[in-house]
T-cell receptor
Framework: TQLLEQSPQFLSIQEGENLTVYCNSSSVFSSLQWYRQEPGEGPVLLVT?????EVKKLKRLTFQFGDARKDSSLHITAAQTGDTGLYLCAGAKETDSWGKLQFGAGTQVVVTP | KAGVTQTPRYLIKTRGQQVTLSCSPI?????VSWYQQTPGQGLQFLFE???????NKGNFPGRFSGRQFSNSRSEMNVSTLELGDSALYLC???????????FGSGTRLTVV
């Protein structure tokens, strides 16, 4: 059982549409990160959120950390084909050091022209 | 700046053999973590090293071990390989209090 549950597992949308990926847990995290991974490569860090209720924007991507620091969401506005990839949330539990990340199973996003 | 470098990129080993994977972190990063990624289990934490000391360890058998050198480079070793050890092994490094990790491209290990 994954400590971080991601939903949906798979998302297929057309260019220009919006999408939201969710990451939920019953545990409290001191920080939460989002990564995107391409086939055959390592994950690439998109953002880190550390404060409950925090919202961060990265161009068309908006990240939110829940008030209780147990959940997070990633929203993409006007998706482009370049947004295709495996999106992973990862967090360091409050009881662990920040070097021990728990990963969600990932959300495979496919954006078609 | 140079990213995290993992060598080799691909490796094929036979059951029962042992293997050593190498990771060179970003210059100045002292924290190095290792992860195993498989289609069934996703990314699983193996261990983390900080300034040559193992700071965290995941739930893997003792066949999996690692170490970090004074220049922060790290190696992980898997002994008595099993078919189930076939996976992408990822190394990641982080600066102090960065909260975010930079991953290497990984080593794809296939055990036959």
């Amino acid at each position: 059982t994954q400590l971080l549950e991601q939903s949906p597992q798979f998302l297929s949308i057309q260019e220009g549409e919006n999408l939201t990926v969710y990451c939920n847990s019953s545990s409290v995290f001191s920080s939460l990160q989002w990564y995107r991974q391409e086939p055959g490569e390592g994950p690439v860090l998109l953002v880190t959120v550390v404060t409950g209720g925090e919202v961060k924007k990265l161009k068309r991507l908006t990240f939110q950390f829940g008030d209780a620091r147990k959940d997070s969401s990633l929203h993409i506005t006007a998706a482009q084909t370049g947004d295709t990839g495996l999106y992973l949330c990862a967090g360091a539990k409050e009881t662990d050091s920040w070097g021990k990340l728990q990963f969600g199973a990932g959300t495979q996003v496919v954006v078609t022209p | 700046k140079a990213g995290v470098t993992q060598t080799p990129r691909y490796l094929i080993k036979t059951r029962g053999q042992q293997v050593t994977l190498s990771c060179s972190p970003i210059s100045g990063h002292r924290s190095v973590s290792w992860y195993q990624q498989t289609p069934g289990q996703g990314l699983q934490f193996l261990f983390e090293y900080f300034s040559e000391t193992q700071r965290n360890k995941g739930n893997f058998p003792g066949r999996f071990s690692g170490r970090q050198f004074s220049n922060s480079r790290s190696e992980m070793n898997v002994s008595t390989l099993e078919l189930g050890d076939s996976a992408l092994y990822l190394c990641a490094s982080s600066g102090d209090e960065d909260y975010g990790y930079t991953f290497g491209s990984g080593t794809r290990l296939t055990v036959v």
